[in-house]
C-alpha cells in the first residue's frame, strides 16, 4: 500500500543533542513538508521541499535541519539550537501539478518528541 | 504573508445533529484552494473536503459540506447528521498557490455527544 511513513512514533532526547525524524513516502510525490504541532497553535511549517536536493525554509525553521538526497525520504534534524523541541511531529507529501494544482497532501502518523 | 484564524478552539454537538465551524483567510491571492483536514485522538491527518477558489459551487462530500465565501474570506463547514466518529480537531487548511505549501489555522476540537 502506498502511503507515508514517520518513525520512529515516540522519541526522547536529552538536552543539548540532535535527534533526526524520519519520513518516507511511496507515493511517487514530489514536494514533502514538516510541520511542528502544539496544543492551541496548529500546525506550523518547519521546511518544505518540492524536488530533489531542494528545500526552503517554512515559518519556524530556527533550529532544525533537513536534507532531501532522495524523492521518497525527507528526514528532520532537531538540532541542539531548538530551545524548545518537545511537540508532536507531522511530516507530508503531496503531488505537485502545477497544471491541475492537485496538492492535497498526505500525513504521517507523527512523532512525539520529548526532551528529558 | 496569508494567515488562516479558526475562532471557536472547542465545539460540542449532539448526535445526529448539525454543526458548523468557522474559518477565515487573508489573502491577495485570486487563485487558491481550501482545504479541511480532521485529526481524530489517533493524530492521523484525514482530508474531509477541498474547494478550489475559482469555482462557485460549494464543494459537498456526503455529510461534509462547505459555504465558501470568496469576497468575505470565509470557509466554513458544516457537518450535517453528526456521528460520534466525528470527534476530532478540525483544521483549515490554505494553499497559497506558491509551491503547494499548506498554511493551517488553530484548529477547532469538536465534541460530538450521545
Known amino acids: 500500500d502506498g502511503g507515508i511513513t514517520q518513525s520512529p512514533k515516540y522519541l526522547f532526547r536529552k538536552e543539548g543533542q540532535n535527534v533526526t525524524l524520519s519520513c518516507e513516502q511511496n507515493?511517487?510525490?514530489?514536494?514533502m513538508y514538516w510541520y511542528r504541532q502544539d496544543p492551541g497553535q496548529g500546525l506550523r511549517l518547519i521546511y518544505y521541499?518540492?524536488?530533489?536536493?531542494?528545500?526552503q525554509k517554512g515559518d519556524i525553521a530556527e533550529g532544525y535541519s533537513v536534507s532531501r538526497e532522495k524523492k521518497e525520504s525527507f528526514p528532520l534534524t532537531v538540532t541542539s539550537a531548538q530551545k524548545n523541541p518537545t511537540a508532536f511531529y507531522l511530516c507530508?507529501?503531496?503531488?505537485?501539478?502545477?497544471?491541475?494544482?492537485?496538492?492535497?497532501?498526505?500525513f504521517g502518523q507523527g512523532t512525539r518528541l520529548t526532551v528529558v | 504573508a496569508q494567515t488562516v484564524t479558526q475562532s471557536q478552539p472547542e465545539m460540542s454537538v449532539q448526535e445526529a445533529e448539525t454543526v458548523t465551524l468557522s474559518c477565515t483567510y487573508d489573502?491577495?491571492?485570486?487563485?487558491?484552494?481550501l482545504f479541511w483536514y480532521k485529526q481524530p485522538p489517533s493524530r492521523q491527518m484525514i482530508l474531509v473536503i477541498r474547494?478550489?477558489?475559482?469555482?462557485?459551487q460549494n464543494a459537498t462530500e456526503n455529510r461534509f459540506s462547505v459555504n465558501f465565501q470568496k469576497a468575505a474570506k470565509s470557509f466554513s463547514l458544516k457537518i450535517s447528521d453528526s456521528q460520534l466518529g466525528d470527534t476530532a480537531m478540525y483544521f483549515c487548511?490554505?494553499?497559497?498557490?506558491?509551491?503547494?505549501?499548506?498554511?493551517f489555522g488553530q484548529g477547532t476540537e469538536l465534541s460530538v455527544k450521545p
Open positions: 507515493l511517487n510525490h514530489d514536494a
Open positions: 489573502t491577495s491571492e485570486n487563485n487558491y484552494y
Open positions: 487548511a490554505f494553499d497559497d498557490n506558491q509551491g503547494g505549501k499548506l498554511i
Open positions: 521541499s518540492q524536488i530533489v536536493n531542494d528545500f
Open positions: 474547494q478550489e477558489a475559482y469555482k462557485q
Open positions: 507530508a507529501s503531496s503531488r505537485e501539478n502545477r497544471v491541475m494544482r492537485n496538492t492535497e497532501a498526505f
